[in-house]
């Protein structure tokens, strides 16, 4: 695994690489029916993609990896699909925290995790405690995540705030706000992929994207191999950021 990593990562430019990638991992339930079988054997699939695309991200020195695991929007789904996926995550923490913690990943969660069963919650809180100090990676998993919702967050904070004199409405800026968000000690990611060619956000990160470089590929998230997300770095490699100058 390392050896062929190492072979892999030689055509990389490493001078540019994403400090912060987030990704939709889009397309599993369509991997599933593609294969003839169900929708949660693809989220099992992407699970396992998700592995390989973490440690390889670590391998090759990217700082920030944030995924869109669950959106809020999801709870919609049919509900074994969505206990299955609820499942799946606890399943994942419990079976890799170890491993995780000993190859240095710091874990954070984004969203509102209050409607998560009991035993997750407490998952949760021991991963992020157990891996707080570590640096190789940070990790940040969305669970329960919706962009607005956590803008709402932001405004009714900086409004207790506000009300309780601790903070002059007039002083807030976008600084102020960025400390109100999930990703409060991140920079906003540089790059955005979403797999299974949707072109929309889906809610994802919306204050944090206004500058990241997208890109979208028709692969579903169960296919997009190590190969697939080289294209990715490569393709943002080749990218001229101007942030809105000239
Ligand atoms: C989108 O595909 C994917 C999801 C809603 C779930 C993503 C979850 C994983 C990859 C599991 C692993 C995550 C962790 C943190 C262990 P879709 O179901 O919308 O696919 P479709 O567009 O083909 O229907």
Redesign the pocket.
Known sequence: MTAKLVLETTSLNVQKLPQHIAI????????G?KQGLS?IV??RK??E??KQILRYSKHIGIKTLT?????AE?WG?PKL?VEF?IG??ED??ARELKQMHSEGVCLKFFGDLTPLPKSLQKLIAKAIALTKDNQKINFN?A?NYSSRQEMIRACRNLAVMAVEGKLDPNAIDESTIQKCLYTANFPDPDLLIRT?G?MRLSNFLLWQLAYTELYVTQT??PDFTIAEFELALKDYASRDRRFGKV
């Open positions: 939709i991992m889009d397309g599993n339930g369509r991997w029916e929708r693809g989220h992407g699970a993609n998700l995924v869109y695991a669950f959106s999801n789904r699909e996926l799946l995550f994942m923490l998993v669970i299974s949707e579903l998230w």
